[in-house]
């Protein structure tokens, strides 16, 4: 078999599944043998029909599991899987149109260790609540659109880390991409990444805010797991990420509105802990360089309504909360 797509279940019921299932049965140009779905029910009571899952013209391996997260019922369907391909997909998600998987095989025929496409995300208008459709262009923070060498992931040891239930995807995806120099970028989307409405990160003005701990969290996990495969010079790299992603969204206006105390607070003794954990590091990275990789956050930054710097990054740090005695 080329290639399965790999389906976390919890509290889905087969309303919200049979989209994304629909979706891969009417995909143009491909032998159904040739691909499966392997959906893993994450320790919860609300189980897939019998009447869905053989209703299609491929194969769907369903297995209750005990419960262990989102990144541990990754794991679960990856030890599950036999085909010489993975797509992970989220079971509220779908295929963005009829070609995706001819997309997907086609570059299956060239050979790749990880494909990162682009991919769809439907919003709503805010007053006609009409859908709206905005593409990303080669993101990592998600796991949409990404499909991955199964055998690849084995030689490398590259797992879902099961403490990371947030920010948990960026972790992954940059693990795949470091550590192979055969990783394919197509622009050609085939993922819609569906609205829904009980989605807590995109209605939650505050779920940055919230989360950027976590989001700390997974960067030091990927540095230490980086290092720990040999690949230092880019765990150097995402250490400086890192810091520089901190300054700027930390002197956003949101983070300085003194109603988001608790979390700029929060978020920076976090923040404190990982600089003083990477401070060598970033000293001996010399200036240039640094330079050069602050760009693109910068850019991002200005775009999402960045404050003017009104201290340089290295005042910045200075001022951290210090290490509680």
Not at 43 to 61: A, Q, R, T
Request: proline share 4%; charged share 25%.
């Amino acid at each position: 078999m080329k290639l399965q797509i790999l389906i976390p279940q919890y509290k889905e019921t087969d309303e919200i599944v049979k989209p994304l299932l629909d979706s891969i049965a009417i995909q143009q140009t491909v032998d159904f043998s040739e691909v499966g779905v392997i959906i893993c029910n994450d320790g919860s009571d609300v189980f897939l029909s019998d009447e869905l899952l053989n209703s299609y013209p491929f194969k769907i391996d369903y297995h209750k599991e005990p419960h262990r997260g989102v990144s541990g019922t990754r794991n679960a369907c990856l030890d599950y899987a036999t085909a010489d391909y993975v797509q992970f997909a989220d079971a509220d998600d779908m295929f963005l149109h009829a070609c995706g998987l001819y997309i997907i095989m086609q570059e299956i025929d060239k050979g790749f260790d990880s494909l990162v496409s682009c991919f769809t995300e439907e919003t709503r208008h805010p007053q006609t609540r009409e859908p709206i459709y905005t593409n990303h262009e080669m993101d990592s923070t998600f796991v949409h659109g990404k499909v991955h060498r199964r055998q690849y992931l084995i030689d490398k040891g590259i797992r879902w880390n099961d403490k990371l239930t947030i920010h948990e995807d960026s972790y992954f995806n940059i693990l795949c991409q470091s550590l192979s120099t055969n990783v394919k970028y197509s622009p050609m989307p085939f993922y819609l990444w569906k609205w829904r409405d009980d989605s807590v990160c995109r209605h939650d003005p505050k779920y940055i805010l919230k989360t950027y701990n976590n989001m700390i969290d997974s960067n030091d996990a990927l540095i230490e797991t980086l290092v720990e495969k040999g690949a230092v010079e880019k765990g150097i790299f995402y250490v400086i990420v890192m810091i520089f992603d901190a300054y700027y969204t930390m002197n956003k206006p949101e983070w300085i509105n003194q109603e988001n105390k608790e979390y700029r607070d929060a978020t920076e003794k976090r923040f404190a802990e990982y600089y003083r954990k990477y401070e060598e590091t970033w000293v001996k990275v010399p200036v240039q360089q640094k330079m050069q990789i602050s760009q693109g956050i910068r850019g991002r930054s200005v775009m999402e309504g960045m404050q003017m710097e009104s201290m340089t990054i290295d005042e910045w740090l200075k001022q951290l909360p210090q290490k509680e005695q």
